[in-house]
């Protein structure tokens, strides 16, 4: 455009495969997450004397770690879902640009004026 600004619309479009790859990355990642699974002998902790530590409850780290790992999924689920969103997103901004380019190209007001 000549009023100062240009929209690189390729970079935008590049920018989308980016996202796209982001989502393909994170795939086997949620994957894993999902498959994560440790049980309460995971998280006990003997004392050496032959007895338990109280403040090594088991159940209490088992809780905390089944949260942790549904809270993992979740984002996990989140990005895999919403990054080729992002992508989508891009190529119709790209696009929409693009055509509004042409429009201005088809009535470029300054013409008119002159005339």
Same mark, same amino acid.
Do not use: M, S
């Given at each position: 455009m000549t009023d100062g600004?240009?929209?690189?619309t390729g970079a935008v479009r590049q920018e989308a495969t980016k996202w796209d790859?982001?989502?393909e990355e994170v795939a086997p990642v949620h994957v894993a997450a999902q498959n994560a699974s440790l049980g309460p002998f995971a998280f006990f902790v003997a004392d050496p004397t032959g007895?338990?530590? !109280?403040?090594f409850d088991a159940g209490v780290h088992l809780t905390s770690y089944k949260g942790y790992v549904s809270y993992m999924e979740q984002l996990l689920a989140g990005a895999e879902a919403e990054f !080729?969103? &992002?992508?989508?997103?891009? &190529?119709? &901004?790209?696009t929409a640009y693009e055509q509004a380019e042409k429009v201005f /190209?088809?009535?470029?007001?300054? /013409? &008119?004026?002159? /005339?």
């Open positions: 600004y240009t929209v690189v790859g982001f989502a007895g338990l530590l !109280p403040q !080729p969103q &992002i992508a989508d997103a891009l &190529i119709k &901004i790209a /190209e088809l009535t470029n007001l300054e /013409e &008119i004026w002159k /005339e």
